[in-house]
């Protein structure tokens, strides 16, 4: 569904993607796993248009995306959840969910059911401000955001950095339901190794722009897998 | 009237006994009776220059707020709006003379549509490839800005242009010792609906909400599926249809010539910042107060000079308090 290949990205002179490729499938979770500073980010900048390539390619749905800007990546079907959440401050929880109706198509131009039972929360808080939410909180309405666009790929960048246990429990809930009910595509970048072991359909290890591990949940477990892991 | 009973006591102050003593309270009761109406003067005065530089400045106060751009150009949008109000005007007189009363009501349209439209044209052909370059922003703005006066000047002429008021904008009425044109009064409302229907198009529409969005964090907009380029396109054009529409009540109390945008630029910056950039209300407020400081200010300092006063403490002020009157506050900003 999604194909990174070859992909090379730079900031200025300094190189953040070195030749990375990597496959995400239909109905199924790919983790991304590295140490801090390694890439991961940069790569889903690249994925959602927020970042030029300087060379390789990305295709969705065997489409090359090339330079299309990350508001036609969006209408496409790829929905971001950034790390740090990026909620809009100043809007309401209503808006800010409303800020997908523009990638969903005219019918769709409303916040689907799901949502409200996968963070119930959220419900509660339609007329808060965004940036009056708990870390937690937007955590939830990022996630629920994404999902107004109606995408087919979901794309999360560390979804549970500096969040409490019971709602990393919920998020990998809604994670694990959103695969196996609604059949979209989940790339997840993280840290936190167990809740990607528990999640993962696929694992890709990153370094220092490369990828350098690519294999099933229960290969995390082996020595030469963990060693890109520990600090 | 007061100043009639004024004139008839003073000569009796200077008598001695009871009855100079009886005129000189008088005197003192009628001075400060004056002096309230005088305050009160200035400030129904300073409100509806403030309602001027509001008109002129909320359309720069949003195109600022949303592009972060600096448009040099925005009063020669306001300029475009009178002469719309001047061409509108000719076209009922040789045509339907007989809804001349109407002329402003058809003005206010067709001149938001008319700067509406240079608008955008200006902000897709030029402005958009400079974003980010702010310093050629402001060159580029500033050239259209001749340009857009020169071709006024070349149609029109150099001289003032004659715009007429219907029959409902002209004379005055009496309000206790005040004597109030029509003028000043449709002004002051019609700046305060123009505000509200902004609001209103910002708060509860899909594209007030995309503007928002915009504002507060573009990268992320655009993730959401937001198409930035038209929400910057349908913002300049937005903003230059509000100033086209302060034309149209600028043609109403000043003189329609080329360079009427100029007269109105530099107060709308100083509305736009010492108001708070991206808030509206700051606007609203920083434009009433200036309104009302230049007033109180030009009887001890002359026109100029309180100008310039002002502008000294717009100085001061930004140095205590660099984000403006209004700087948002709370946790929702820190995010
Ligand atoms: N906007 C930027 N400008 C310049 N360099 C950047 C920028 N963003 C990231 N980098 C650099 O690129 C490299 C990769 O950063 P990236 O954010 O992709 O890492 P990451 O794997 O997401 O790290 P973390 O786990 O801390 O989020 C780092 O060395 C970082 O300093
Ligand atoms: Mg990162």
Redesign the pocket.
Known sequence: MLTVENASLH??A?Q?LRGVSLEVKPKSITCVL??????????L?AIVGQ?PLSSGSISFDGTVLGKKPPYDRARAGIAFVP?GREIFPLLTVRENLATGFAAAKRGNRNVPPEVFELFPVLKTMLGRRGGDLSGGQQQQLAIGRALVTRPRLLVL??PTEGIQPSIIKDIGRAIRFLRDQTGLAILL?E?YLDFCRELADHVYI?DR?EIVHSGDAASLDKPEVRKFLTV | MAAKRLVSLTPLATVQGPVGEAASTAIASINSELELWNGIQNIIYGLSLGSVLLLAAIGLAITFGVMGVINMAHGEMVMIGAYTTFVVQQIIRVSAPGLFDYSLLIALPAAFLVSGAIGVVIERGIIRFLYGRPLETLLATWGISLVLQQATRSWFGASNVQVGSPSWMSGSFDVGMLTLTWSRLWIIVFALAVFATLQLVLKKTMLGLRMRAVTQNRRMASSMGIRTPWVDALTFGLGSGIAGIAGVALSQIDNVSPNLGQGYIIDSFMVVVFGGVGNLWGTLVGAMSLGIANKFLEPFAGAVLGKIFVLVLIILFIQKRPRGLFALKGRAIEA
Do not use: F, L, W
């Not at chain 1, 590295?34 to 790569?43: A, D, I, L, P």
């Open positions: 900031y200025g300094a953040a590295g140490r801090n500073g390694v890439g991961k980010t940069s790569m900048r970042h790390q960048d560390e970048v840290q990153m722009g």
